[in-house]
């Protein structure tokens, strides 16, 4: 009994550290952000939302960016605003530009995977390295460099339509049935990766109908057994 009585009070001791902690960390994202401040942009969520919807994180911000152009996400320590406004974009990358820093605790966090790079610097630092860089991305260097990409892209394109054409050389080919062929492929390997089949009837002989393609008489009815089950 004291073995059991002890487990249960680390049980519940665990239990309630956890409520005390979520209910610390709840207080910290909820309060005093504005959240119905309509001088602020409205609030879509938590920054772990993006961790509930990881695996489809670009859809899942997409759908927000539907509903506000303009929107937060609320964090323990402060809010990440997100916008898709392009009198914003432009008010913050031209117009303003220089009221809108990293700032230090960014530099701090970037600085190992940047050193004082264009990405994390500000101010006079940020313009040397935009005047550095200037050099390699003026309009005739990124227009030749489109130009040799574009030619060496280009020729691969127009032998990969020109193996296809039937007009052309090589064997005429049927698109339609070559997509077909494949949705027969994946749905056929999704089938047996989630199911096993079992004949319906065992007692049933198969048996064939005398045709151009070997048809079986009467058809081949199967069970579908989920893999998970046992």
């Not at 680390?10 to 909820?30: D, T």
């Not at 119905?36 to 942009?41: D, E, G, V």
């Not at 056929?188 to 319906?200: G, Y």
Request: positive net charge; proline residues 3%.
């Amino acid at each position: 009994m004291e073995v059991l009585n002890i487990i249960l009070n680390f049980i519940a001791f665990s239990l309630l550290l956890l409520f005390l902690n979520i209910s610390i960390l709840a207080l910290k994202i909820f309060t005093g952000k504005s959240i119905k401040n309509p001088n602020y942009p409205p609030v879509n969520g938590t920054v772990f939302n993006q961790l509930f919807y990881y695996s489809k994180l670009y859809d899942y911000q997409t759908e927000k960016a539907k509903k506000h152009r303009t929107f937060r996400l609320l964090g323990p320590e402060q809010s990440e605003l997100y916008t898709t406004d392009i009198r914003n974009i432009e008010h913050i990358l031209k117009t303003n530009f220089d009221k809108y820093c990293k700032g230090q605790h960014n530099q701090d966090i970037m600085v190992d995977l940047f050193g004082q790079g264009i990405f994390i610097v500000d101010g006079d630092k940020w313009r040397q390295q935009r005047k550095l860089a200037s050099f390699e991305f003026s309009t005739r260097v990124l227009r030749d460099f489109s130009c040799v990409v574009f030619r060496r892209n280009a020729s691969k394109l127009v032998r990969a339509i020109y193996k296809l054409s039937g007009a052309h050389a090589g064997p005429r080919i049927c698109l339609g049935k070559d997509f077909a062929y494949l949705q027969m492929k994946i749905v056929s390997i999704a089938l047996l990766r989630f199911f096993r089949f079992n004949l319906a009837d065992d007692t049933k002989n198969v048996t064939y109908r005398t045709m151009f393609t070997l048809h079986i008489d009467g058809g081949l009815h199967l069970c579908a057994i989920s893999r998970t089950q046992p």
